[in-house]
């Protein structure tokens, strides 16, 4: 059977049982998911280090993932600053190429899989529940099994450098390490293109791809999860259309990692097969790197809405809380972000257009993807018509709103651009590409989780952060920002390709820009750290839950209320 008419099959046919199963005789209440007639019983928390690893509690699984994501990302934004570190000089001089090349690999793949999507389940984890009105997450148990999935595949996704420090430290004991040693970190690029992730002789690669797909069962698992919890644990009295917008995003982006990731796990296990049992999926003669490609993106591009509808979510959900006004256009916002969700798995093959694919299939994603750019500027028009007239309020979390609407006003445009066939031919694989998605996913992906950990802040530790400082960090992030990225554009309209050590000489004074922008990003993110630690420890303890002023204006949300019966409880 024609693919395409299978996958629309199965969609039609799941759409129907969940149709069944709600309007049918045994409906599905929305009451909080208590079984009637079965008597429930709650025991205390264990102390200490035990109530972590056995927790199946929403709110401590959602702080597990928020630690795992700072861990992570910090580790990615030191492999960042090592490759800015290297390209301050045009040669090759700080580390080796082979090094630089692992360093790009690791930072794209531990802060796309273990940072970025980590932070939105931990926020979806911590904040859902509550929001929908639900005691807990619908299925507390596997909720669990989905975070502890994730360190061991962090593990061997990292186990070049970790196994590498391992044996060095056991060197001494007189102990084995020739197999420790031979793992070394992957370079093949969070792309993982064939041939040469085929062809890398080393053991690492393999390990990378068990981790990858490891991780990929996590995050259907929590996917899955998030899906089951919006649409049977809700609270009678919130329904679709007072959904708030968050649970809205996590709602869509959940549905997108269910067709998506599975995409990667079975291109992953047949490029496993062929590095391993002598395959030929992906061989050369049958035309496998092409097949790589298209496998890869009809996840990769999905996968980019993954990140960004929450992020898209949290702006939306925190912007009308600083402006005092309703956030505008909301069923547009939901509409839109159900647009984006469809039309994602339709633009992949824009990746690709400097392939041999034939032109005519090229000019049809070329279409799909300008249609995309719709959606996604409806939601900005009314972002902006929020803020027109509102009584706006400059705290730090409305700070990164703001600038990262802006940077993603800059982020998106260059992908129009990138969109255009004959612009593609010119761009594609510069570093203007590399521009294009770090202005959306340090923009607004980033400055969102950022907005999202200061505006939350009291609700998740009871105390109060520092506000200037806060403040200050954001306008630290805004300008290191742009100072990053925006050379990265010009760069690549200069013709400097991506991924390489060593440059020519014309474009150092770019490269230095871009270098000290990271510095200040870097510094920005030290502030923000020691914010939470220190304010965790040091700060005013929250007594009225009304810290925002919310009520003023009619948004002292679910989430608010639950914090304030948690602090009347004490
Ligand atoms: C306005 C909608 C957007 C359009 C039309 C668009 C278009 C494109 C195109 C055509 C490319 C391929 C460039 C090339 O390799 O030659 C690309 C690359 C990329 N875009 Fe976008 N984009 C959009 C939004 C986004 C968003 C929201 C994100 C992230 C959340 C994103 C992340 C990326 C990434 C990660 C790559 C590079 C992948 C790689 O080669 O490693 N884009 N974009
Ligand atoms: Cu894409």
Same mark, same amino acid.
């Given at each position: 059977m024609n693919p395409t008419v299978l996958f629309v099959a199965v969609l039609i046919s799941l759409v129907t049982l969940a149709l069944l199963r709600t309007t049918g005789s045994k409906r599905l209440l929305a009451d909080g998911g208590y079984i009637e007639g079965v008597e429930t019983t709650t025991r205390e928390k264990p102390a200490g280090i035990l109530r972590w690893i056995t927790t199946v509690d929403h709110a401590d699984i959602g702080l597990l993932y928020l630690i795992l994501a700072t861990v992570t990302g910090l580790w990615g934004g030191i492999d960042a600053m090592m490759m800015r570190t290297e390209l301050v000089t045009p040669e090759a001089t700080v580390w080796t190429a082979e090094t630089y090349n692992a360093l790009f690999t690791v930072h794209g793949t531990t802060m796309l899989f273990f940072f970025a999507t980590p932070v939105f389940t931990g926020l979806a984890n911590y904040f859902i529940p509550p929001l929908v009105g639900a005691d807990d997450m619908a299925f507390p148990r596997v909720n669990a099994i989905a975070f502890w999935l994730l360190p &061991?595949?962090? =593990?061997?996704? +990292?186990?070049?450098?970790?196994?590498?420090?391992?044996a060095k430290v056991i060197t001494p004991l007189g102990l084995p390490t020739r197999a420790l040693f031979a793992i070394e970190p992957p370079a093949i690029g969070w792309t993982m293109y064939t041939p040469l992730s085929r062809a890398a002789t080393n053991p690492e690669v393999d390990l990378f791809l068990?981790?990858?797909?490891? /991780?990929?069962?996590? !995050?259907?698992?929590?996917?899955s999860n998030i899906i089951v919890t919006i649409f049977t644990e809700r609270d009678s009295s919130v329904n679709w259309a007072n959904l708030d917008i968050f649970s809205w995003t996590m709602l869509t982006a959940s549905g997108l990692i269910i067709f998506a990731f599975p995409m990667l796990g079975s291109a992953m296990i047949m490029l496993l097969l062929d590095r391993n049992f002598g395959t030929f999926f992906y061989s050369l003669e049958a035309g496998g790197a092409a097949l790589w490609q298209h496998l890869f993106w009809f996840f990769g591009h999905p996968e980019v809405y993954i990140l960004v509808l929450p992020a898209f979510g949290i702006v939306s959900y925190v912007l009308p809380k600083f402006t005092g006004r309703k956030l505008f256009g909301f069923k547009f916002v939901v509409y839109s972000t159900l647009a984006i969700g469809v039309l994602s798995f339709g633009v992949w093959a824009h990746h690709m257009f400097t392939t041999g694919m034939d032109p005519r299939l090229k000019a049809s994603f070329m279409a799909v993807s300008l249609a995309i750019a719709v &959606? /996604? *500027?409806?939601?900005?028009? #009314?972002? @902006? !018509? !929020? @803020?027109? #007239?509102?009584?706006? +309020?400059?705290t730090a979390p409305m700070i990164f709103c703001v600038g990262g609407i802006s940077t993603f006003i800059v982020g998106g445009v260059t992908g129009v651009f990138l969109a255009s066939i004959p612009i593609d031919l010119l761009l594609h694989d510069t570093y203007y590409v590399v521009g294009h =998605?770090?202005?959306?996913?340090?923009? @607004?992906?980033? =400055? *969102?989780?950022f907005a999202a950990s200061y505006f939350w802040y009291p609700i998740l530790t009871g105390r109060m =952060? #520092?506000? +200037?400082?806060? +403040? *200050?960090? *954001?306008?630290? /992030?805004?300008?290191? !920002?742009?100072?990053t990225f925006s050379p990265m554009l010009l760069l690549g309209m200069m013709g400097l390709p991506r991924r390489y050590a060593a440059y020519p000489a014309e474009f150092a004074p770019l490269q230095q820009v871009s270098t000290v922008g990271a510095l200040i990003l870097f510094a920005g993110v030290g502030m923000w750290l020691w914010n939470m630690i220190q304010s965790y420890r040091v700060g005013a303890v929250v007594t009225d839950a009304d810290v925002w002023d919310l009520r003023e204006t009619g948004q002292f949300s679910r989430e608010w209320e639950w914090f304030e019966r948690k602090l009347s409880r004490k």
């Open positions: &061991p595949s962090l =593990f061997l996704v +990292r186990a070049g450098l970790i196994t590498e420090v391992i068990l981790g990858l797909h490891l /991780s990929g069962i996590a !995050t259907v698992l929590a996917a &959606p /996604s *500027a409806v939601k900005t028009f #009314n972002w @902006i !018509t !929020t @803020i027109y #007239n509102g009584k706006i +309020r400059l =998605f770090h202005l959306i996913l340090v923009g @607004i992906i980033v =400055f *969102a989780m =952060f #520092n506000q +200037r400082l806060a +403040r *200050a960090h *954001a306008w630290v /992030s805004i300008v290191g !920002t742009f100072l």
